[in-house]
């Protein structure tokens, strides 16, 4: 397939990646997690994000986003989460199904973002039988809107919740991408504000596939995220194939490097493409995401030459998304393409 702008899902293994996993593939390693590679990598979560912490490795973001509810909620329980937010609108209603609790989603503005103030008609409300009990807070970093929560919303957000008996989870699918955007590390824009469980995100930013659950509550998984790992379909067998991955991400910070370099080629990109008369850029841009309307015929036109979403057909906006594996010469030959499609 040509170079396509519409997921950085769709970009291929970061090569130091593949190397890893073909380096993990020599010999028999005892399964599920009890080889040295699955031990290394939890060694290096635990490293950057706290020695304390709990690491689960599993194989897709929204399995692990269930397993982590899984473990934590009991069946009368909720959720609130944006309305936006991955949990709630593209995950088939998995968390609903699998644990039994309820998204409370809450409408917010077009950067995507809970704010305390949203949060307070939730809050206070336990205990009534007739009514789901509010107990997680789950927002996406960076949001579904390619926004970034700054470490001071984040830091407010948490102290609200955890003064309600609420704690805070953070899908972190684009988590590499949000700290760049920050300039803070890892624990700096998690952990250290505050939050509670993170979904850490490696497909999109290089791996071949794998996400990693960290629980910074001792409370929140002793004794249950084994079994919801495991009842969730969550727990690999030959993980060492998972854990080596983890284990190149994290070295060296390739993390950092594959993040910086796709939110560079967002911005390249949203530079060249703000001079182009007839398409308007429709949000900040912040991460690797550009959200941005034109002309419905000018859209199809530019869909005839490269492979990208219409994220809302209302408006219309589409979304245009880089990766680590993004280049240059491709950024600019999909500007030239665009400006050809609104200029006919």
């Not at 390249?268 to 912040?286: D, F, K, N, Q, S």
Request: proline share 3%.
């Amino acid at each position: 397939m040509s170079v396509t702008f519409a997921s950085d899902n769709n970009a291929p293994i970061a090569p130091a990646v593949l190397r890893a996993i073909s380096a993990a593939n020599v010999g028999d390693a005892v399964g599920y997690g009890h080889d040295p590679d699955t031990e290394r990598a939890t060694a290096r979560f635990r490293e950057i994000f706290g020695a304390d912490t709990g690491v689960y490795l599993a194989f897709n973001g929204t399995g692990a986003n269930v397993m982590i509810f899984g473990a934590t909620l009991r069946s009368f329980e909720a959720v609130l989460a944006p309305a936006t937010a991955h949990l709630n609108t593209d995950e088939c209603g998995a968390l609903e199904r699998i644990t039994g609790c309820k998204i409370l989603p809450v409408a917010t503005g077009a950067d995507g973002k809970l704010t305390p103030a949203l949060l307070q008609p939730y809050l206070g409300h336990g205990g009534d039988a007739h009514h789901v009990t509010p107990r997680a807070v789950s927002i996406s970093q960076a949001t579904e809107f390619g926004t970034v929560y700054t470490l001071d919303e984040l830091r407010a957000l948490c102290e609200v919740a955890h003064a309600h008996g609420l704690f805070v989870h953070v899908d972190g699918a684009r988590i590499a991408n949000a700290a760049v955007a920050l300039g803070a590390g890892l624990r700096e824009s998690t952990r250290d504000c505050g939050v509670d469980v993170l979904t850490f995100g490696g497909t999109k930013n290089g791996l071949m596939g794998g996400e990693a659950v960290l629980f910074f509550d001792e409370a929140l998984h002793g004794g249950a995220a084994e079994h919801a790992r495991k009842q969730t379909t969550q727990l690999a067998s030959k993980m060492r194939f998972i854990a080596a991955q983890f284990e190149a991400l994290l070295t060296g910070d390739l993390w950092r490097s594959n993040a910086a370099h796709a939110n560079a080629m967002t911005a390249r990109l949203a530079e060249r493409v703000a001079a182009i008369p007839g398409i308007e850029i429709t949000r900040a841009v912040e991460t690797n995401a550009i959200f941005a309307s034109l002309a419905p015929a000018a859209i199809a036109r530019a869909q005839a030459e490269y492979f990208f979403y219409t994220f809302d057909r209302s408006r219309p906006e589409v979304r245009w998304m880089t990766s680590f594996a993004t280049r240059e010469q491709d950024v600019d030959a999909f500007a030239d393409a665009l400006e050809r499609a609104v200029s006919r």
